[in-house]
């Protein structure tokens, strides 16, 4: 990172829905916010037609992943019928071998 410029959390991650490029992010004119653009540029692939406010894209972001991390930390009802399926087969399992439990 550049000394002075502030990285944004979807830099280089949010894609542009027209075009499929990476985006980055514009200075905000004065009074505005800081947008993650589709940038169009020497070097750049980017068609420059998509612009989306950084803040709410943020905060959107950052709810789905600290939800996604709860699921995680306390064991989803997915995951845990899942393991519980899994278990249930094992035990129901008949055994190969005849005489053997």
Known sequence: ?????????????ARCSLCGQGMGTRIPKPGGGVRYACVNAPGRKGC???????????EIV????AQASRLID????????MTEA?????????SRRPGLP
């Open 74 to 81: 306390c064991g989803s009802p997915i995951e845990t019928a």
């Open 1 to 13: 990172m550049r000394r002075g410029i502030k990285r944004h959390l979807l830099t280089g991650i």
């Open 48 to 58: 420059g037609r998509v612009t989306i406010l950084a803040g709410p894209t943020e």
């Open 62 to 65: 950052e709810r789905i992943t």
């Open 86 to 94: 899994q278990n249930h087969q094992a035990a129901n399992r008949p």
